[in-house]
């Protein structure tokens, strides 16, 4: 069992794929000789060279495409974006080709690629800067869209991503590179779309993905230890495929539930939740599903307001409180 941050869980998982397999190669910007914006990549370009560490234009289309081109050839690319705000430049060439080509050509060729990217605001890099669009890439059939928690998730669902012979797109959070957290050392591939209960409960259920599932963990400590009230934490881990019957049961059980997403509350993650929720578990619910997430404005720069703007640990403490009170449990 090692203790890695989640920043070098990805790198020493990139690192060990590229030992195994030959195919296996890194493109994107600056990812070379600067070893990357977040420094993912540090070390690599030393120890493997420029054929499979490549360094590229700021030209987001050009490369993903090349990358789209590579995987239908038999390779493995592993795409870096620095931020998930500039995959929409490369939007028609993720979601009009990688996403379709497998089916489009009857499964004669596959798109075994990875794009990594990081997301979120918090760390007062402008509106522009600072998005969670994941939704734009859950909504594709086709792409496998994840977002790890920790760095034990992180290195096991890259495994997965690498391994897998559809196109990934593989979601961090600049939050969570500095986190830390156990990762043993012969964890294998996570199976992407299956959620995680991070913790039982018979109270509530918590649901969140990325940055928020960490904070419903410490929400659901925090609750346990101030009011006695057991939450239940579901990690959702993959956003497509997504993992109904895990979320389900949960709430059949708990008979509540909160979600909690780092985007907009308008067409978000949540409101699928919310919807999969009302499908599978209504008869059971004792209240009406109530979801956090962040204001309905791009982010300020401003830290005040961008801290304001974000769904935080108290504004879910709120909800989880609200929530029971709506049918008389606890406060």
């Known amino acids: 069992m090692s203790v890695l941050t989640y920043r070098e869980a990805l790198r020493t998982t990139l690192r060990d794929e590229m030992l195994k ?37 700021i030209a987001e289309e050009g490369f993903v495409g090349a990358a789209i081109g590579a995987a239908m050839l038999g390779l493995r690319p592993v ?25 489009m050509f009857g499964g004669q060729t596959s798109v075994p690629m990875v794009i990594r990217t990081p997301g979120g605001g918090g760390q007062q890099l402008g509106a522009t800067h600072s998005q969670n669009i994941e939704l734009y890439y859950a909504f594709v059939p086709g792409l496998k869209v994840v977002a790890p928690s920790t760095p034990a998730d992180a290195r096991a669902l890259l495994l997965a991503a690498i391994r897998d012979d559809d196109p990934v797109l593989f979601l961090e959070n600049l939050a969570l590179y500095n986190t830390r957290g156990e990762v043993p050392d012969d964890l294998e591939p996570a199976e992407i779309g299956k959620a995680a209960v991070t913790r039982e409960g018979g109270d509530i259920t918590i649901v969140g993905y990325s940055r928020m599932a960490a904070v419903a963990r410490e929400v ?74 962040a204001a309905e404005v791009p982010l300020p720069y401003a830290k005040p307001l961008e801290q304001a703007a974000l769904p935080s640990a108290e504004s879910l403490v709120t909800a989880v409180h609200e929530t029971l009170a709506a049918v008389g449990r606890r406060r």
């Not at 890194?26 to 054929?51: D, H, P, Q, R, W």
């Not at 931020?83 to 080509?101: E, G, M, P, R």
């Open 21 to 57: 397999n030959d195919d296996v190669f890194l493109i994107g910007e600056e990812i070379g000789v600067f070893e990357g914006s977040y420094k993912i990549t540090a070390g690599l370009l030393a120890e493997f060279g420029e054929k499979r560490v490549r360094d590229t234009p």
């Open 79 to 103: 795409v870096e974006l620095m931020t998930i705000n500039f995959s929409l430049i490369a939007l028609d060439q993720i979601v009009n080709h990688a996403a379709k080509i497998y089916g």
């Open 220 to 293: 659901a400590e925090r609750l346990h230890a101030e009011s006695g009230i057991s939450a239940e934490v579901i990690d959702l881990r993959s956003l497509r495929p997504l993992d109904r019957d895990t979320i389900v049961a949960s709430v059949r059980k708990t008979g509540c539930a909160v979600v909690a997403e780092d985007d907009w509350l308008t067409y978000g993650i949540g409101a699928e939740i919310a919807a999969t929720i009302s499908d599978g578990a209504f008869d059971h619910l004792d209240a009406p599903v109530r979801r956090v997430a």
